[in-house]
């Protein structure tokens, strides 16, 4: 059984930084992929980026790019969202997943499996 818990999210000021982690358990395929996203109160739950679990290649929506980065940790099974620069219009509730379906970059939220429970993020100007 899969299982994703993120950690690290909190209220920061503008231009800040924080790092979101996202443990996985289960078993991985090389093919998966691990995506962050996030959704605002109102708002659609939004794409923020994507890591290949065997190679470790990236894409990053246009709202972020240059600001956040995604690694990853394969001993510890561990995927990160490091943001840095961050706004007001950053603040979300962040969700990783995992995406089964092949794709290379999957970006939109019916192409993933497997949900965390998200963490808050509040970004105050």
């Known amino acids: 059984q899969v299982q994703l818990v993120e950690s690290g999210g909190g209220l920061v000021q503008a231009g800040g930084s924080l790092r979101l982690s996202c443990a996985a358990s289960g078993r991985t395929f090389s093919s998966s992929a691990m995506g962050w996203f996030r959704q605002a109160p109102g708002k659609d739950r939004e794409f923020v980026g994507v890591i290949r679990w065997n190679g470790g290649s990236t894409y990053y929506a246009d709202s972020v790019k240059g600001r956040f980065t995604i690694s990853r940790d394969n001993a510890k099974n561990t995927v990160y969202l490091q943001m840095n620069s961050l706004k007001p219009e950053d603040t979300a509730v962040y969700y990783c997943?995992?995406?089964?379906?092949?794709?290379?970059?999957?970006?939109?939220?019916?192409?993933?499996?497997?949900w965390g429970q998200g963490t808050q993020v509040t970004v105050s100007s």
């Open positions: 997943a995992r995406s089964d379906s092949g794709v290379s970059y999957p970006i939109f939220v019916r192409q993933y499996t497997y």
